[in-house]
């Protein structure tokens, strides 16, 4: 990490001399691998490697970034003119500014967090063998007619962050996947779905039959859908999809949007947004996992942080500049890239999980819609008026009986949210470990 420890030093330095009051700067290096097989042979191959960097200036309560991926002297000071120049002329921002020294992560033990895989990389003939093995499995499965894709991919990628303000860390994630898509079916009759798994460590990685087989099934068990009844029904949001549920939950806590008041949760701190007795926390300090960071963008702590307790709103998620404008402290969630300032960002978020299973909660369902696909969105994020695109299959007493498509399901979110009835089937390597969801009194149209 001393090389871009390094560069971002430089990138500050260059930065002060051009006249810049205060700076931070990010740097990101990495390599990657992907392959994509088709019918057994190789259909495409792609690798990348390179540096990025990244700068912000402020002047004041005045802001600019630019980046570049291109590290020499001239490009340095050529970021830096610019950059000066670009916030001399932008518009105060109250709540920009870098954090002070005494909020700064201290002594962090990156390695405690497991994020490098310390196997041998794997190689492209390696990756190749992987999704011909994972297509192979698909197309066993019987009613598979071909698979669309099977791909597999490796990386890793190093990241350093540097500022005025005295701080400097850095640290190093390696990350494997593999995925397929099968279908199942001929012409207008085609059906299709897919399965995929991706891990810091390749060997807690699904293995590529594993993969191959689960997309098979899927796209078999979705031969012959039809449009479900029309009318008011409840919901099993499968565990596959559920994360998308609760991510509208995370939209409207999300300090960009609070401080915007664009958001159907403003005022509502301190009440009720879950059923008692479930938690949502967000966790970045869980080892192995790919939302883990020592440290958020702006340098401060990472820190387990409990945004709803007993089904209570607890915290906004909130990054340094949507604190300071909604008069707060900044809960340590600040993400960014190399050509933007930071904003809030929540990471492995966990939710509690219940006691029986999904097949439990389709019995207590009786009859109504499990999800287990979504398509397009309109979703109002002030209301929280909700209406998505669905597919899945149609439940009668307790039994799924046949596969849907072509549905919509709406609702609003904010009454949504607060009858959830979680399974225990959450996946716990995922960003967001959230089991599937039953919720009543939805509106389904369908057929």
Request: glycine letters at 12%; proline letters at 4%.
């Amino acid at each position: 990490m001393d090389d871009l420890n390094a560069l971002a030093g430089r990138l500050l330095m260059t930065a002060t001399r051009a006249g810049a009051e205060a700076a931070d700067a990010i740097a990101v290096d990495g390599t990657s691998v992907s392959v994509d097989v088709r019918n057994g042979v190789l259909e495409q191959a792609d690798r990348s490697e390179g540096v990025e960097i990244g700068l912000r200036v402020l002047i004041g309560r005045r802001q600019a970034c630019v980046s570049a991926s291109d590290v020499s002297d001239a490009t340095l000071g050529t970021m830096a003119e610019r950059a000066v120049a670009m916030a001399r002329e932008a518009p105060e921002d109250p709540g920009a500014g870098l954090a002070d020294p005494d909020q700064l992560a201290a002594g962090v033990d990156a390695a405690a967090l497991d994020l490098v895989d310390g196997a041998e990389a794997l190689s492209p003939a390696d990756l190749q063998d992987w999704a011909v093995r994972a297509e192979a499995a698909a197309l066993a499965v019987d009613g598979v007619t071909q698979v669309s894709g099977a791909g597999a991919g490796r990386g890793d990628r190093r990241v350093w962050i540097a500022a005025t303000n005295g701080f400097a860390g850095g640290y190093r994630r390696t990350g494997t996947s593999l995925s397929c898509v099968a279908i199942a079916g001929e012409g207008l009759g085609m059906e299709r779905d897919y399965y995929g798994d991706s891990r810091v460590h390749r060997a807690d990685l699904d293995d590529p039959e594993t993969v191959g087989r689960m997309a098979g099934d899927r796209a078999v068990a979705r031969f012959g859908a039809s449009k479900p009844p029309t009318g008011a029904y409840p919901v099993v949001y499968d565990e596959r999809v559920a994360g998308a549920l609760i991510g509208h939950l995370l939209g409207a806590i999300n300090g960009t949007s609070v401080a915007r008041g664009a958001t159907f949760l403003r005022g509502a701190m301190g009440e009720r947004v879950l059923p008692e007795g479930i938690d949502l926390h967000d966790d970045p300090t869980i080892p192995r996992l790919s939302g883990s960071k020592p440290f958020d963008a702006e340098g401060l702590p990472a820190m387990r942080r409990a945004l709803v307790e007993d089904g209570v709103l607890r915290s906004w998620v909130l990054d340094l500049a949507t604190a300071r404008k909604l008069g707060l402290e900044s809960t340590g969630n600040a993400s960014r890239g190399t050509s933007a300032p930071p904003s809030p960002s929540a990471g492995n978020v966990r939710m509690t999980q219940g006691t029986r299973s999904r097949d439990d909660l389709l019995a207590e369902m009786g009859t109504g819609l499990l999800i287990t696909g979504m398509i397009g969105s309109s979703v109002n994020a002030t209301t929280g008026d909700y209406s998505r695109g669905a597919s899945g299959f149609w439940v009668e007493n307790g039994e799924i009986v046949r596969p849907v498509n072509e549905c919509t399901v709406a609702g609003n979110l904010r009454d949504m949210l607060r009858t959830v009835v979680p399974a225990d089937d959450a996946r716990l390597h995922v960003g967001r470990a959230v089991p599937s969801l039953l919720v009543e009194g939805l509106t389904i149209a369908g057929a």
